[in-house]
């Protein structure tokens, strides 16, 4: 079921694109970047109470670790994300140079010519998914204990995206929990929070299916590394409809990364394997987007269930 019960007044009349356009007006205000938001009060309440919900979930023995939105670039160049998704990064630029270089550069702005030539790439890359800087910070502490490493993490985060729908950022919110252990453990990680984050779509009163899931890769060997992600159920989508029922959107997800991150940053068990990590995701400014295209954008209209589990 995915019409718009709480707005179903102005639902039956409008158009989809009518209703998305009423949703991004109330929700965001314009800053002149496609995909870059800045958020309304009424957003940011969705955004905190869903915070609220999801730490009153989070597992005991869990690390809290809040990261920049910037990264090592080296550190994501180790992970192998050129590889995989380069067409997604954003790196940090900035003028490099005597002054005499860094004046000439700004002259040629003040000018009206192209200034950004004597840009050079920094050390920092914009943080593309809130548990990239977690792997490296753990794998530099030692051995994984045998019961397991659990960690809550939230970053901002920029992907470079091709096209900017009202669910697909630049800029966006993503908060993680994170296991490293034994692939046993990694494993009944990502089963525990495939069962709780239904838990949660369903105390919010979000319709929603899960399904099986691939990496946006690059290039022509996409398809096939997709394909292998998929049957080895290695990724797991929550989809909701915010945009329509026909193209549901990803509001979170749940993945297993085998020993790839553990293989890259030598982080082993205490018995001297290599550890397996997994991860679930989710994507706050999604989920509250889900939450208003579902249930409207009137707080008190929003369903008991709803305005219950989220202390509204
Ligand atoms: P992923 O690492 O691709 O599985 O992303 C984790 C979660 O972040 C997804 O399930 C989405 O909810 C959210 N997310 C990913 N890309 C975007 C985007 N462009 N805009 C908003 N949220 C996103
Ligand atoms: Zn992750």
Redesign the pocket.
Known sequence: MLAFESDADTARTDTAEDRLEALGRALFAPTGSN?VHARTALFETAIEALSTLITAHREADTEVLRFAPVMSRHQVEKSGYLHGFPHLLGCVCGLQGDEAEIHAAVGRFNGGEDWIDALRATDLVLT??ACYPLYPLAAARGAVPAGALKFDVESY?F?R?ATHEI????A?R?R?FVCMGSPRQAFDFRSRWLARAQAIADALALPYRIAP?S??FFGRAAKLIAQSQVEQSL?F??LIAVRSAAQP?????F?CHRDHFASTWGLHTEDGEVAHTACV???????ALALFATHGLDLARWPQRTRQSLAL
């Open positions: 995909g593309p998914a985060c992907r995206e669910d697909r950022f630049q966006f993503m993680e899931a990496d946006p990724k989508e929550m959107t990803a509001c979170m997800s993945n995701a989710f994507g706050m400014d999604r989920l």
